[in-house]
């Protein structure tokens, strides 16, 4: 039998280019990804809010523990402290000392101490000792600070020591 040509009115079924079938098995790997990133977050968020409501319920606890300490009067000082955190909260400090500083110096460690002053200690480095005179006088110039006090220093190179001050109280 010999192989006539064609001539029927009905087109043949075109194969796409490869262009197009590439461009779709991309498209389909991007939604997969999509897919998988939306699930992954969507498990995240439900980890985080898990996490969040345990650090509510501890809150609560932790709150309800003050106040009974405040209530037996053994935990006076105690409440004052949290008085103080909550006129001054540490975010407004390091605010503050962050505002004060010179961009060639940083604080490494701060400790807060909350009491009838509340008392700063810093690990403050400085890149030299021009940066380390700077970020004392600006320390010195803030009106929130009192008795700045610098620790040892060396004045070789980087400059690393510890700053004493008191925060004033706005009364």
Do not use: H, K
């Not at 000792?129 to 070789?156: F, K």
Request: charged share 30%.
């Amino acid at each position: 039998m010999s192989e006539q040509p064609d001539f029927s009115t009905t087109p043949r079924p075109r194969r796409p280019p490869a262009r197009e079938v590439i461009l779709l098995g991309v498209g389909l790997l991007a939604l997969s990804f999509a897919v998988r990133a939306a699930w992954t977050t969507r498990q995240e968020a439900g980890a985080a809010r898990d996490r969040l409501s345990q650090v509510q319920r501890e809150i609560g606890t932790l709150e309800a523990r003050v106040r009974a300490f405040g209530a037996r009067g053994a935990g006076g000082e105690l409440l004052s402290q949290a008085a103080a955190a909550g006129e001054v909260p540490p975010e407004r400090i390091v605010a503050t000392l962050a505002g004060a500083l010179p961009d060639d110096a940083r604080v490494e460690r701060l400790n807060i101490v909350y009491g009838e002053e509340i008392s700063l200690e810093m690990r403050v480095v400085a890149r030299d000792p021009a940066a380390w005179d700077r970020t004392l006088e600006r320390l010195e110039e803030t009106t929130s600070l009192a008795e700045v006090s610098p620790g040892p220093e060396r004045r070789e190179g980087e400059v690393r020591t510890t700053i004493r001050a008191q925060w004033r109280r706005r009364r």
